[in-house]
Structure formats: C-alpha cells, structure tokens
C-alpha cells in the first residue's frame, strides 16, 4: 500500500518512522525543502516530494496530513485532484472532518489524534470516522492505524478531548519522568541509570493497567503498604497538589482560546 505523509515534522516523522518499521508500506512524503526531512528521506528511502502536483501524480492509497493545523485545510484544497479512492486521513487538532471534507469532495476523508509513541508502534491513536464510509475504507484505515498502535474509534466531539488526553499526554508524563530523574540523580543514581529505570517504571506501570483493567486508585493501593514509605511519597503529591496540576494541565489543553 503506498502511503503518503504530507508535512514530516514531530508527528509525521512520528508516523513515518512507525510505519518504516514494519517495512511493508510504500512510503512517500510531501514537506517544503528542508534537509532535516531530506535526511530522513535517505535514512528511510522514501520518496520526497515537493509540491501536490507531484504528490497526486504518484497516486498514493492513502494521504495522511501532519501538516501545523492552521494551513491543514488549504493543503487540503491543494490535493483536490487526488484519485477518489485516495483515503485522507488528518492528523491536524482541533480541524473539523466537515471543513476538510469541503476542500476533498470526492475523497473518503477521517481524523485522528495520535501520539509520538506510534514511531515505535505503540502509538495511541484517537480516531472519528464518517459513519458513512463502507466497510473496505474503514477496515484499510483501521488496519493501516493498528500498526501504529492502539486505535481507539470514538466520536468527532470526543476527538478533542481524546487528543488531550493521548496527543498531549505523552509530554506531561515525560516532564513527570524528568522530574523523578532529578530526585533520582539528587539521591546518588547517575542520569542515564535513572532514565533507564524510570522508562521501564512507567512502561510496566502501564502495561498493568492495561493488561489488569484495574483502576489507577487500584492499583495504587496495592503498591501502598500501611505505614510504608510508598503512603508518605503519596501524601507529599497530595500536599503540592499533583493531582489537581495534572487536572489543570488536560483543562488548559482543552481551552481552544
Ligand atoms: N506533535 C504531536 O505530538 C502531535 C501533533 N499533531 C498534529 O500534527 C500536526 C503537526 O504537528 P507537529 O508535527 O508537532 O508540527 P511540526 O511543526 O513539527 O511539523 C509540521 C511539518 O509540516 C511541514 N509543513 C508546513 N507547511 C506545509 C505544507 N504546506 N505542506 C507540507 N508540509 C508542510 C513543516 O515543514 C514541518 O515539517 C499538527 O496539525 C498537530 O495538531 C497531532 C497529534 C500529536
Ligand atoms: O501540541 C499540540 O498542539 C499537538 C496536538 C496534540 C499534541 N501535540
């Protein structure tokens, strides 16, 4: 299946990294002259285009647009000679399917959120899909998003928040996952020892919520013996009020001003 990503900056190189890995894509990409993407064109040998002209003309499957959001819609209106059967699929947050739909009259158009993780093919992929696509369109793109992670189909007015919670959240864990480096660092551990447990913490934390469908407040319970240290580390995030930090962090997020 030949893919085109249009606009190779953090999430399309994301993608392009994702899907190179599984070698079973033809790849190619679109993104104004830049030798950071020419780079990745000759480590990933994908084929570079320029411009739309070219990029219709090598009448790609499926179009993924990792274009800055506010131009996401005129790019869009420069690929309206795209071949109908070309599946578009937006990555762009906050840009309505409506609005790309207007510009790509004859093509099946989606949108999703995904995170930087899909580049290592654990990607967590929000995605709204017109319900009126047929069954062929909807499996190629779920298939094709599934290799990039997990695909989670929920409706366009959830896309934002769903976008919030698995496009920003991989940077809050990570200012989370920094911030232990430093304590870690504080208490004698050499950083590249500290970054290496603490990726592994949270990767083994998450499997198993996801594995255990435990809740969080589950899970930690287990972890906080009666009069342990573990209950007096909680009790300082309580005191500096983590908690309502991480609420205001997906709230602020959320604001569209
Ligand atoms: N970075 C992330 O984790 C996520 C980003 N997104 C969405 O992905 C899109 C891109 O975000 P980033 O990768 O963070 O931005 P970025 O600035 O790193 O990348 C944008 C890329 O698009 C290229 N570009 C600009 N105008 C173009 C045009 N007219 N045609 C083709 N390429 C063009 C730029 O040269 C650059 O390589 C945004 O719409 C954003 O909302 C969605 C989910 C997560
Ligand atoms: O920061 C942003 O706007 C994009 C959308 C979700 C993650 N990154």
Redesign the pocket.
Known sequence: MKVAI?????????IMQGLNNLTKYDLIA???Q?P??EKLAHEYKFKLVFD?KSLIDLQPDVVI?????P??V??AE?LQALDPHTIVI??????KRADLQAALVNNPVATM????PVSVNAGTIGLSLDPKFDKPVKDTIVQLLNDLGDVVLVSEEQLDIV?VIG??G??FVDVFMDAMSDAAVKHGLNRQTAYRLIASMVKGSGALAYETHQSPATLRDQVASPAGTTIRGLAALEKHGFRYGVIDAVDQASDED
């Open positions: 249009v606009g190779v900056g953090s999430m399309g190189g994301a679109m993104n104004p830049n950071r993407v739309p647009l990792t274009t800055p959001a131009v996401t005129a790019v420069q937006s990555a762009a947050a906050g840009i959120i995904p995170n930087t976008g496009g920003c991989p940077a």
